[in-house]
């Protein structure tokens, strides 16, 4: 990845620090923010098995929407990307380590995660539905009774078809990309996942659809950091501000999902 030039490390940290009054010199010296700048790098959590959102690339360099964004973040930082690949399960870990600084991997925002990591404004919105193959008569979750659902280790989706179907027989799997082969290979009667990631892998294979039947209506996704580390998240969602609203992130999710991002980033109540 290339150092690109951005928001000078002074500004940024002076920024963060006298926002509202509330950050002390200690603290804004002691924040990811100051180290990151401090180092040079920002090294984030994607996960790599999960186009369009992260993979790799023919040369072996990752690529995706979520690369793309922590990209973004760095230029802004005016400092190099390092994006270390993780899984679902990881992600939390990740940051508790400090083996990263953001995680920005498709990771819904919930309360009980909350309780473990930060979470930033959304970046991104969707709903999570189903995956099946064109002659399975799956239309619903209601069809589920009986079948066998893959969903990947970590994520809230088991826990989401248990309540809305508890017939429905869960499979984990460690990827979202072995999850997709189960129910191609029919080791699996359906797939719940995010509806981003299904729109793209029905439209890679004709022989699937994705169901208009959503398991969670919608689901926000921010970029994960840890706990207790003010300046950083302040200054990670006064950026994401920027990003949403300058048509950055719209062009973004374009050039990977080939459509305008369909739902508001917003919760509307």
């Known amino acids: ?21 509330t950050a002390t010199g200690s603290s804004a010296q002691s924040s990811t923010l100051q180290q990151v700048i401090k180092r040079g790098t ?9 186009p369009p959102f992260g993979s790799l690339s023919k040369d072996n360099k990752p690529q995706g929407f979520d690369v793309d964004v922590a990209t973004a973040m760095a230029t802004a930082l005016g400092v190099k990307v390092k994006v270390v690949d993780t899984t679902s399960a990881n ?4 940051l508790q380590t400090k083996k990263v600084d953001a995680v920005v991997c498709n990771f819904t925002t919930t309360a009980e995660r909350a309780k473990q990591v930060s979470f930033s404004d959304p970046y991104i919105v969707a709903g999570e539905t189903l995956l099946v193959k064109k002659d399975s008569g799956i239309s619903t979750i209601k069809d589920l009774s009986g079948k ?52 793209y892998q029905a439209k890679l294979d004709p022989s699937l659809k994705v169901t208009k039947d959503s398991v969670v209506p919608l689901e926000y ?35 990977w999902f080939g459509v305008s991002r369909p739902f508001p980033l917003n919760p509307s109540y």
């Open 1 to 21: 990845m290339v150092i690109c030039a951005g928001v000078t490390a002074a500004a940024s940290l002076s920024a963060c620090s006298s926002a509202g009054g």
């Open 42 to 50: 920002l090294n984030v959590a994607s996960c790599l098995t999960f």
């Open 91 to 94: 992600r939390i870990p990740n």
């Open 148 to 199: 066998t659902v893959a969903v990947t280790k970590g994520s809230t989706n088991g826990d989401a078809v248990k309540a809305g179907n508890p017939q429905a027989k869960i499979q984990e799997y460690d990827t979202s990309a072995a999850a997709v082969l189960a129910v191609k290979q029919g080791q699996a009667d359906a797939m719940v996942e995010d509806s981003n990631f299904l729109n």
């Open 221 to 255: 996704n921010g970029i994960g950091v840890q706990l207790g580390d003010p300046t950083w998240l302040q200054w990670v969602n006064t950026w994401l501000r920027e990003f949403n609203t300058s048509g950055q992130a719209d062009a973004l999710y374009k050039k």
